[in-house]
């Protein structure tokens, strides 16, 4: 029989990692059993290649389902990445051992009930499971950790009785070392979590005695660890070959093949894909996760002197934030750090230590740098790589090779882009980005540019693990991210209203799809022809319009007719569109008033309508006169129309007689709140400007009753809050001053108040853009 070792281990525990690395060196095995989807073993030669860096994780996924997927994560200080690499170095052959992941996403998984760390850090009374582990294992030194290891995770799980998938998935991990046994090799390695560790020392495959521990729990508590009336079996205990199974035993042969016997199961590919150590973070919803990654990494990376190396890192990410950090302060640091861990009687400082010595001596007390150095240090956002090698997805490698194209390297810190479009370079990385939001992968989200116009465009870019499984999910659609992102679009347009359709035309145009424009064109004549609902009509008009005008002509010359055609059936269908509206209906359709009136001023500024037809506005501006006469329309959405006619000086009467009129006593007060509202929403200047309309107002709140005024009270907050906080003071001021309304009586002048010696230099000033003499008469 051969010799085996069951190296229980802590998932992505630098401890752990170190001690399988050194174990491994001095037994030297000749096949190495690692926990993970055996469907992955032809994929482990990967891990030798130069070109692959940790963290990466394997993917698994079910084709046609690429939703169901599942993730097997591995960092540089995991101790199953360690054994991978030991048998990469030494030529042995590795293999995973544990559930195929075709019967992995085929069960639904148990949740999680038992925390084993958690468990072993109360039963040593320590309030922090992290700080335990730290204080057993990372900050020591001695052999013998996986004894320590073994020792405490058998008395955590004496008495358990492994049940669903857990049960299945031990039964795999013991199949799979029978018949490694079987296969004659001598000296085998497992490497698994070491809550499996019982599970896996049948009695024909006692493990040999591991190193001789130097370290034991009492050490570090009160012996409480085993329970009463048990003692822990080492890592080399046998178990009488005829004892019943259960928590003594693991099963048998045969019952391990009852077991496993019928379990559903699905088709699944795998791959590797790179990971980040922001995702093995616990907090990241990661079952395995340790919540402190990059403090972990630090640990495994930098074994002498790990206090003093860490400090030094913040240090350097408080300068590079131009922060003033000297040599003294990490000496300093260095110092109180220590002093705290011997005070609690740690080993060694641990994590609490400095960050609290950061916090206090490095940042003075600053949380906003404190969290700067635990988000750059203390999780870390560092991406792997995967080789060329990798298996991928066509649609994968063709993105791959557009990144390094267009130079744009995925990263994990967010980064801030400002593109110009008039460089190619930018055209491109533009166009990049707007195809995959049209296949759901976000790599970018468009943030408000710097600068104003056209050919400017600022993107957040973010790399997730998660948008690898969403190009799985894409990669339906087409083999390269042009031909996907076409696909795509013309699936979608199969399946949208008018309003959606406009908005794919927008969506098309910077990301330059011009072999998907003109079907969603054909949807749209389609779709206008047959939609006699008035507001589908008025909110796709504006994208169409935007289209036309600012995008490429490519393929858009048929919107001037389908524009014309739909400004024309609004204007017929406008007023019986707005009877009968609630205050709801009637705010959203002063939206689509307002996003129209903008609609047909840009076609007439953009020449889109045709030679023999009326200008768009003034066909517009008709129909809302004729509207305005009504006496039935909803207080915000006549207060609206008068503002846009009056403002295009297309008002039949007076704008002041108007807002009197709305404004009497005769009116509820709600009714006239609103249609401030709707008169307002332009802005506040006006009533700046105009004091015969500032007067009106100010005449109408002041006639108001208390109870009045309470309940008119909500409708003006909501539209005097949207004005800038220079109009509010403005109109303050002139209010307290008197002067609007001075100006506003018969025989008052509107100029009275104004100061003819601070008003010259704006008069110079505006004199010289006009190409007028300074001096003399103009």
Known sequence: MPEVWVLGVRHHGPGSARAVRDELHRIRPDLVLVEGPPEADGLLGLAADPGMRPPVALLAYVPGEPSRAAFWPFAEFSPEWQAIAYAAGAGVEARFCDLPAAHALALDADPVRRDPVGELARAAGYDDPERWWEDLVEHRGEAGTLDVIAEAMRAVRDGHVAEGVEARREAYMRRTLRKAAREGFARIAVVCGAWHLPALTPPALTPPALTPPALTLSALGPPVLTPPGHRARGPATAVPAGAPAGPGRPPSAAEDERLLRGLPKVRVEMTWVPWTHGRLAAGAGYGAGVAAPGWYEHLFTAPDRPVERWLARAAAILREEDLPVSSAHVIEAVRLAGGLAVLRGRPLAGLSEVTEAVRAVLCDGDEPKVELVQRRMVVGERLGRVPEATPMVPLRRDLRDEQRRLRMKPETLTGEHDLDLRRPLDLGRSRLLHRLALLDVPWGTPRRARSKGTFKESWSLEWRPELDV?????????????????????????????????????????????????????????????????????????????????????????????????????????????????????????????????????????????????????????????????????????????????????????????????????????????WIEGFLSGGGLLLVHDPRLLATVDAWLTGLSSQEFADALPLLRRTFGAFPAPERRMIGRRIRSGSALRSSEPGGDAGADLDDGLAAGAVRTVREILGRETGGRP
Do not use: F, K, Q
């Open 470 to 674: 969403a190009l799985i999910e894409a990669a339906v659609w087409g083999i390269t991210v042009e031909s996907a992102a076409t696909a795509r679009v013309r699936d979608l347009a199969d399946g949208a209203g008018l309003p959606e359709l406009a908005a794919l035309v927008e969506r098309c145009l910077p990301a330059h799809l011009l072999g998907a424009l003109p079907y969603v064109l054909a949807r749209i004549e389609d779709r206008a022809a047959l939609d006699g609902e008035v507001r589908h009509l008025m909110a796709a008009l504006p994208a169409l319009v935007r289209a036309r005008r600012y995008g490429d002509v490519r393929g858009t010359e048929g919107l001037a007719d389908v524009t014309e055609s739909m400004l024309a059936r609004i204007c017929a269908g406008l007023s019986p569109a707005l009877t009968g509206l609630d205050e709801d209906a009637a705010r959203a359709m002063a939206a689509l008033v307002d996003g129209v009136h903008a609609a047909s001023g840009l076609m007439d500024a953009a020449g889109l309508t045709g030679a023999a037809a009326p200008m768009a506005s003034r066909r517009w501006l008709t129909t809302l006169g004729a509207v305005a006469r009504r006496d039935d329309l909803p207080g915000l959405l006549d207060g609206r129309i008068v503002r846009i006619l009056s403002d295009a000086e297309a008002l039949e009467d007076d704008v002041a007689a108007r807002m009197a009129r709305s404004m009497s006593p005769g009116n509820p007060p709600a009714r006239s709140a609103a």
